[in-house]
């Protein structure tokens, strides 16, 4: 299907965008990588008057080492940070998940602010955001606000960012030694909606866990962490009694919705396989540390 | 009814001027403006692949050609649908990932959609490829 029509803008500035988001209200949206807009577009599930592009500001894309954070601009694509030597070295957590971002060809036109700003419940980003405790940095009338992921997401398709602002990026705090992460998901196919997923990030102490963020996508209508399980993770070593009680807990704190395929008891039981799963490989990968 | 926007672009070489409404695609344009008939339009939401662009600007290039005469050498196509949005990928896998290995072929290609060869001999197409390429850099 064709888009309905629409009028187009593209500017050069973050103000030119401000001054259209001001005037012109929620009859727009503002146009990034289009890799969720486009197809909305198409499928006639949005209808706005007027598209805001923002892809010709070169000041909203890059990836940099500030003080201590990674800061990821708004328009940097998926394959830049895919092939970027610095997210490797400071949040390979993101070098982890990108891959199951779509496909090439969508991972070259779509952005990191976009996929932030649009909070898919199934998208990566959100999740490994959340995960790494990162800050979304925006632009309003009012000036520059900074908010913590924690807080950012609301809802279904649904952020605390604000109709009159626009997201500049992201900081996320970069990578210190005995930090731990692992991404994966689970999808009929590869590159397909996951019916569940989970970011982890833990700090140990010796074998011993000393901070845990579980962060999951997929499986409510917003990108979520299992903080009860997180607390029961902290102090113990990932021996075979704490992935009982991990499951156990995760049993009793994830509440997810089913999708068209798949009950919430599904979805809850893959849950803890993927928990299983991502605890067992940080095991082992720290008993090959201590030997 | 949407403005209408100017538009400069150059295509294959040639320049051309054209007002088209905001809601265009590029493909669309490419098809039904240009008369270039080789890059398809599928499910017109991002997940087949058919609609890459541009293929008729792609036989100048060895690269390209030596994708085109494996494909047809392993029956790498049917109907044809899906080919021009093929090459254009496996075109960016043996620039970018000259080592890659068979299965990161296949993850690469994930993005295109074929209804008819069931997959395996468009992957041996661009596995042979990247196998030429590597014997003619070695000798």
Redesign the interface.
């Known amino acids: ?8 803008i593209k500017v050069r500035s973050v103000e030119h965008a401000l001054s259209l988001l001001a005037s012109h209200g929620d009859e727009t949206r503002v146009l990034a990588g289009g ?1 969720s807009l ?2 909305a ?3 006639r599930l949005s209808e706005p008057s007027l ?1 805001i592009d923002i892809g010709g500001i070169d000041a909203l894309r890059g990836i940099q080492v500030t003080q201590n954070a990674l800061r990821i601009g708004a328009l940097t694509t998926h394959t830049d940070i895919e092939n970027s030597a610095l997210v490797a070295q400071h949040t390979p957590l993101l070098k982890l998940a990108v ?1 199951h971002i ?5 991972r070259n036109s779509g952005t990191w602010g976009g996929s932030i700003a649009n909070a898919d419940p199934a998208a990566e980003w959100p999740c490994c955001l959340l995960a790494l405790d990162g800050t979304v940095i925006a632009q309003g009338p009012q000036g520059e606000r900074r908010m913590a992921a924690a807080d950012f997401f609301t809802g279904l398709y649904t952020t605390d960012l604000r109709d009159d602002e626009i997201l500049l990026a992201c900081d996320i705090p970069l990578a210190q030694r005995d930090d731990w992460f692992a991404f994966q998901e689970l999808a009929r196919r ?2 397909d909606y996951a019916i569940a997923g989970l970011a982890m990030h833990l700090h140990f102490a010796g074998p011993v866990v000393q901070s845990a963020r579980l962060s999951w996508l997929g499986l409510n209508s917003t990108t979520l962490r299992s903080r009860q399980t997180e607390a029961l993770l902290v102090g113990k070593p990932l021996d075979a009694v704490t992935l009982e009680l991990v499951a156990a807990s995760l049993r009793e704190e994830l509440d997810p919705i089913a999708d068209l395929t798949n009950t919430g008891a599904t979805k809850k039981h893959l849950a803890t396989v993927l928990a299983r799963r991502l605890l067992t490989q940080a095991n082992a990968t720290r008993q090959s540390v201590a030997t | 009814m949407a403005e209408l926007q100017t538009i400069r672009l150059h295509v294959n070489g040639q320049a051309h001027t054209c007002s088209v409404p905001p809601r265009l695609h590029l493909v669309d344009m490419l098809r039904d403006e240009l008369g270039l008939k080789g890059s398809h339009l599928g499910c017109e939401h991002g997940v087949c692949g058919a609609c890459t662009v541009e293929v008729e600007g792609l036989a100048d290039f060895p690269d390209a050609r030596a994708l085109q005469d494996s494909f047809v050498k392993h029956n790498a196509l049917q109907c044809g649908f899906c080919t021009p949005g093929m090459l254009l990928a496996a075109r960016e896998l043996i620039q970018h990932k000259p080592d890659a290995t068979r299965e990161e072929v296949r993850e690469w290609m994930s993005g295109n959609y074929c209804r008819c060869t069931g997959y395996h001999a468009i992957v041996d197409a661009v596995c042979e490829v990247l196998a030429q390429r590597h014997q003619e850099s070695a000798a």
Not at chain 1, 1 to 8: G, I
Not at chain 1, 102 to 106: G, L, Q, T, V, Y
């Open positions: 299907m064709k888009s309905p029509e629409f009028d187009y890799q486009l197809p577009l198409n499928m598209l891959g779509a496909h090439r060809a969508i590869h590159g």
